[in-house]
């Protein structure tokens, strides 16, 4: 499958013939402005909570493709309020098949409110089982034990995780939770785009490195195939 990323948490997924995107936050992110938000491409939007970091251009690219928003109940509901016709609410804990492969919202321990400040439902992570791979989207999240629930039911191949700390895990969490969801490869999300989520990259790789797991930090624009 193949990977773009466009910054914070937004990852584009080619998966056969399948546009599947991560938690679009684009035209605010001033790292991403070499990204034209209009020349994005989705079949399919998956959002992990309703903070802005994650939802922004989720309309906009929605109402472009004709994508279809997967997202829990009340952020499906609040986009439904908007008009948009395409979405599959969730909850924790469920799962659906979609052409791509199954799906599995899983817990995340973080919070959730819409930009305009609606209740956003519980803030979630995603469980994506392709024919090819298996890779867990940790969204927004603290360290938490029900990460060592997920390898008991998917053989992961490897994870985004927060890397970014004071809004979520920092790299030494994300460490651990790489091997409670028993993963050596991991995709770093969540920083750099504020202040707040600064990192030192040297000292991140290091870190990565005692832990013995493969961290990857792709560069927004970047192509992956994995
Ligand atoms: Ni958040
Ligand atoms: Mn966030």
Redesign the pocket.
């Known amino acids: 499958m193949k990977i773009t990323y466009y910054g914070?948490?937004c990852f584009l997924f080619e998966i056969g013939k399948n546009r599947v995107l991560f938690d679009p936050f684009i035209s605010p992110n001033e790292l991403a402005s070499s990204i034209n938000v209009d020349d994005v491409k989705a079949d399919y939007i998956l959002l992990s909570h309703g903070?802005q970091?994650?939802v922004h251009d989720a309309e906009r690219i929605a109402k472009n493709n004709g994508s279809t928003i997967i997202a829990n109940f009340e952020i499906a509901q609040w986009y439904g309020a908007k008009g948009l016709e395409n979405l599959h609410p969730m909850n924790t804990g469920g799962k659906v098949t979609l052409p791509f492969g199954t799906v599995k919202m899983v817990n995340a321990i973080h919070s959730s409110s819409l930009p305009d400040g609606s209740y956003g439902g519980s803030a979630a992570g995603f469980v994506v089982e392709t024919e090819d791979q298996t890779f867990y989207f940790a969204g927004?999240t603290a360290l938490t034990y029900d990460m060592k629930l997920i390898p008991e039911q998917f053989d992961v191949d490897f994870a985004l995780l927060?890397i970014g700390d004071n809004?979520?895990m920092d790299i030494h969490d994300a460490m651990i939770a790489a091997d409670f969801v028993q993963v050596d490869k991991v995709i770093g999300m969540?920083f750099d785009t504020f202040p707040y989520i600064q990192i030192d990259r040297e000292e991140v790789q290091e870190m990565a490195k005692m832990a013995d797991k493969e961290l990857i930090l792709m560069e927004i624009g970047q192509t992956i195939e994995l």
């Open positions: 914070q948490s903070h970091d994650h927004d927060p809004f979520t969540h």
